[in-house]
Structure formats: structure tokens, C-alpha cells
């Protein structure tokens, strides 16, 4: 299995680490430029600040809740703007490219995704731009960093029972940032004098390096007793802050806000049954009895729900489970016992997993039995359509194959999922030119999906469109914050015979673009 670690070894200055939800670098602490750590919002995103919700459904707190509370995000937007933390995250997510296995499943990324938003939408900054992504490590945790980037390990996912924890766990995060919580603690350090600043900066990344907010803390015995102190109650009050707006958030959207409790207290249970120790996630969110019975409290003040469980999260999980098996027939022997004993929550989804097994073995006509049992039951789910598609191709059925994304393309006009996965068949068959206007379409309204671009290039490039073929892989390498790499593209589409004047200007001015960017980033850094 790979490492666990988020960096590499030799990557020292900068040392980069994420923890308890917080993303912070060390060496030179530069966090940008005078013009850029000017007073802002950063709850805001560019262009949003007047724009609302339509129909947006703000539910009542409970009296206990309504009682005026303090501003406490708001003079940490002295410290960065919007956009020098949106320049920050995207070094941030860049490194954890290199360094971690980003599923890129579209079915996967496209769920938390769509999970992670619905909790934006009822959080206190439902403007605020965020990415919500999957790491394929049996890690039981997630973190989030700079720019509203959150991550989460597949042994979370795994972990979490319901729908309604694994949003629990979302929720608390998303709170995280909406909070400020890294910038706050870079404030509070710079208002120490400087050498106890410069120790409590030295224990917070001595934190992050470890994995545990106690290990740095642990690591300024030097500092003074209060501003030890100090610091130890004000990460704690972050953790409670965070699991406050996490609940109200999970109320907003619908999810069941015990969920947070239970799933505390699940894996509270589990660090007693750990030879090693406790799982990750306890080891970066400590959870003790009062921090429980606390959460608990405050979810009791809310109606009970139950909501309806969403197949697509089992059906995730069981994509999760067989990815971590070494061979496709460890996954037939999991998902045949767990349909033959009754170990599981949706029928379905373990089907779905079985399926996808045997479709991993080769074992193709069982792998259509299973297919077509699950139709039978949700013709229009996507998962199960992509799944018919995919063992169609496999057995040569091509023609079929895209005949069924077509037809959900019409249910589902632009579904990410289905449009990667109509648009890959359409080349694997040498139809690239339909491929590529398919995708031109699809970033017309995803202009911000990288793996869109980088699949569209593919296309261009196979239909005869150089040109075109390295501006869109310039996006790519652009929403991928490889500004070198983006810049190289332009350059090479300038070199390009037969440009004409219109095409040219077009491409000159946005490799402008990405040469202001390329200097702001820097300076941000």
C-alpha cells in the first residue's frame, strides 16, 4: 500500500503538511504580497457578493442557537484575500496531485462533489467556492486546506455507515474553512511577541508535520505557560466550532445532525480495538467523552430525521471496497458472500459491486446477469447505466453501448459521468470528431472541470485540430495550477502553421493571462 505521507521527503522548503483541517506551509512564512493581504472577505468569491440563493431554505435554529454571537471570522480576512487563498490552494491541491492517489473516477469525484455542495448551499458561506475530492487510501480521515479544497480517504468513506456521518464529517470541515480557522491561528501567532510567535509558528507546523495538534503543542515547552495554554484551548474551540456549524449545516441539508455523535462515538469505540493505535482521523480530531456528550446535546435540539438513503453512496462504497482488494477475485469472493449471508445495507449496491468484479475477471456473461438485474429494478440509474455501456464495449457490443449513453444523455443532458464516458467510447470507436464538439459543449457549462479539457485535447488532437488541441490542454495544465505547463502549450499552439490573425491574438492574449498568473502566484507564495 502506498505511504501515507502527503509530501515528499525531500520537499523541505516549503514543508507543507494538513492536519486537524489546516493547511500550512513553513520554511519562509510568505502568505503574499502587500496588495494582497490587504482587508477582504474571503467568505466571498469574485463576482458573488450580491448574488443569492434563489428559493433558499434557511431553517430555524433552536432557541439556544439564536442567542448573537461574536464575528469570528471576519479579521482573519486581513491576513489574505480571496484571491491570494485561491493562489495558495491551488499550490496546495498541485502538491497533493504529486503525492497522493486522487481518484479520478468521474462517477466518484462527481458524487462527493455533488454531496459536498449540497452542505455548501446551507452552510454560513453558500458563496464560497470549494472542491470536494477523493483520495484512494484505506486512511480513516479527511482534511481540508486553503481555497475550500477538501479531501477525503476512501477508509472514511468506508467507515461511514450513512450517508448522513460521511456529510457529518463534510460539514465539519466545510466549517473549517467558512471559520478561517488556519488564517486565525497564523493571527493569533503574529500577535505574540517574536520569539513565542515564532515558537507557537514552529508547534503549529510541528502539528501538521505529525498528524496531531497535542504533538505540536507538545513541542513549545520553551513558549510560556498561558500562550501554551492559549493555544491548546483555541484549537479546541476550533473542533467545537466546527462540529457547532457542522450540525446546523446537516440540519440545513436535510441529513440527520445525530449523525455527527454517533460517528464520533463509532470511532471512539474503534481506537479501543486498534493494536496500533487510533485511526487517523482521531489522531487529527480528537474526540473525547465531553466533546461527544457535548455534540450530542446540541444535535438533540433538532427535529429527528431520517432520511431517505441515497443508493448512490452505497453504490460509491462499493466501488471504494473493491478498489482496495489486490485482485478482482478477492472482490467476486466479498461481494458473493456478503449477497449469500445478508451482510449488507442495500442489496443493490453489493449486486453492483459483485458486477463490477466479474467484469474485472472477464467473467462477462455473469457480470450480464447481474447488469441486467439491476436495470430491471432502476433503468435510469446512472451508475448502472455507465456499468451496461462499459461490459457492452467490452464484449464488442460498441454500437450498443453508444446507443445507451445516448439515450441517457437525453434523461441526463450533461451529466459529467456519462459525458466522459460517451465522449471515451466515441474515440476508443475513432469517432473523435463528435467526441470533441460533444465536449465543447460539456465546458460550456463546466468551464472549471480540468479533466474535461484534458480529454477534450485528446480529442482535438485525434480529429486533426492541433492547434486547438494545445489550448485545451493549456486549460488542463491551467485549472491544474501547472502554470509552466499551460504556458508551454500556447507557446507551442503559436508555432502552429496556418494560424490566422484572429487565432493568434486569441492565443497571445490568454497566454498573457497565464503569465500575470504565473508572476501572482509567486508573489502569493
Known amino acids: 500500500m502506498a505511504s501515507h505521507s502527503l509530501f515528499p521527503k525531500n520537499w523541505l522548503k516549503p514543508i507543507a ?77 498541485r502538491s497533493v496531485r504529486q503525492s497522493l492517489p486522487i481518484i479520478e473516477d468521474p462517477l466518484l469525484s462527481d458524487y462527493i462533489q455533488r454531496l459536498g455542495h449540497r452542505l455548501v448551499t446551507k452552510s454560513d458561506a453558500p458563496h464560497r467556492p470549494f472542491t470536494f475530492f477523493l483520495i484512494d487510501q484505506a486512511m480513516v480521515n479527511a482534511f481540508a486546506g486553503p481555497g475550500g479544497y477538501i479531501g477525503v480517504y476512501s477508509g472514511l468513506f468506508l467507515e461511514s455507515q450513512t450517508e448522513s456521518e460521511l456529510a457529518s464529517v463534510l460539514a465539519h470541515e466545510i466549517a473549517h474553512v467558512t471559520q478561517n480557522h488556519l488564517f486565525r491561528s497564523f493571527e493569533r501567532a503574529q500577535r505574540m511577541s517574536g520569539p513565542a510567535a515564532a515558537m507557537m509558528l514552529g508547534a503549529i507546523l510541528l502539528g501538521a508535520a505529525s498528524g496531531s495538534a497535542d504533538a505540536g503543542i507538545a513541542g513549545v515547552a520553551g513558549v510560556q505557560a498561558s500562550m501554551v495554554q492559549d493555544q491548546i484551548n483555541f484549537t479546541r474551540a476550533n473542533e467545537k466550532e466546527a462540529d457547532r456549524l457542522g450540525i446546523k449545516t446537516l440540519d440545513g441539508a436535510d441529513f440527520d445532525p445525530r449523525a455527527m455523535p454517533v460517528f464520533f462515538e463509532r470511532m471512539g469505540h474503534a481506537s479501543r480495538l486498534y493494536e496500533t493505535g487510533a485511526p487517523e482521523f482521531l489522531r487529527t480530531h480528537p474526540v473525547t467523552t465531553s466533546r461527544i456528550a457535548d455534540a450530542m446535546g446540541r444535535a438533540e435540539q433538532y427535529p429527528h430525521k431520517q432520511p431517505k438513503e441515497n443508493v448512490q453512496f452505497q453504490l460509491v462504497r ?208
Open 318 to 525: 462499493a466501488t471504494l471496497r473493491l478498489r482496495q482488494f489486490e485482485s478482482p477475485e478477492q472482490g467476486i469472493k466479498h461481494f458473493r458472500n456478503s449477497l449469500q449471508d445478508g451482510r449488507y445495507r442495500s442489496e443493490d449496491a453489493q449486486r453492483y459491486g459483485y458486477a463490477l468484479a466479474l467484469m474485472h475477471a472477464r467473467n462477462y456473461p455473469k457480470a450480464r446477469k447481474y447488469i441486467d438485474l439491476l436495470l430491471k429494478e432502476a433503468p435510469d440509474q446512472i451508475f448502472f447505466l455507465i456499468a451496461d455501456a462499459t461490459l457492452d464495449e467490452a464484449t464488442g457490443n460498441s454500437a450498443r453501448a453508444l446507443k445507451t449513453l445516448e439515450s441517457a444523455l437525453d434523461l441526463y443532458p450533461v451529466n459529467y459521468p456519462l459525458t466522459m464516458a460517451y465522449a471515451g467510447l466515441l474515440l476508443d470507436v475513432k469517432r473523435a470528431a463528435k467526441a470533441e464538439a460533444i465536449l465543447q459543449d460539456a465546458v460550456q457549462l463546466l468551464p472549471n472541470n480540468a479533466n474535461l479539457y484534458k480529454l477534450l485535447a485528446r480529442a482535438a488532437g485525434e480529429a486533426g485540430n492541433l492547434v486547438a488541441a494545445h489550448q485545451y490542454q493549456a486549460e488542463y495544465y491551467f485549472l491544474s495550477f501547472q502554470m509552466e505547463s499551460a504556458i508551454q502549450q500556447l507557446d507551442i499552439a503559436l508555432r502552429e502553421k496556418g494560424l490566422s490573425f484572429y487565432q493568434s491574438s486569441r492565443i497571445e492574449a490568454r497566454l498573457e493571462e497565464f503569465q500575470v498568473e504565473k508572476e501572482a502566484m509567486k508573489r502569493t507564495l
Open 17 to 93: 503538511a494538513v492536519t486537524s483541517g489546516l493547511f500550512l506551509l513553513g520554511g519562509t512564512l510568505t502568505l503574499g504580497n502587500a496588495d494582497e493581504l490587504r482587508l477582504g472577505d474571503p467568505s466571498r468569491s469574485k463576482g458573488t457578493a450580491d448574488r443569492p440563493v434563489a428559493n433558499e431554505y434557511r431553517p430555524v435554529a433552536p432557541e439556544t442557537e439564536m442567542i448573537a454571537l461574536p464575528d469570528i471570522g471576519a479579521s482573519s480576512g486581513s491576513i489574505m484575500t480571496p484571491e491570494a487563498e485561491r493562489r495558495l490552494g491551488g499550490r496546495f491541491m
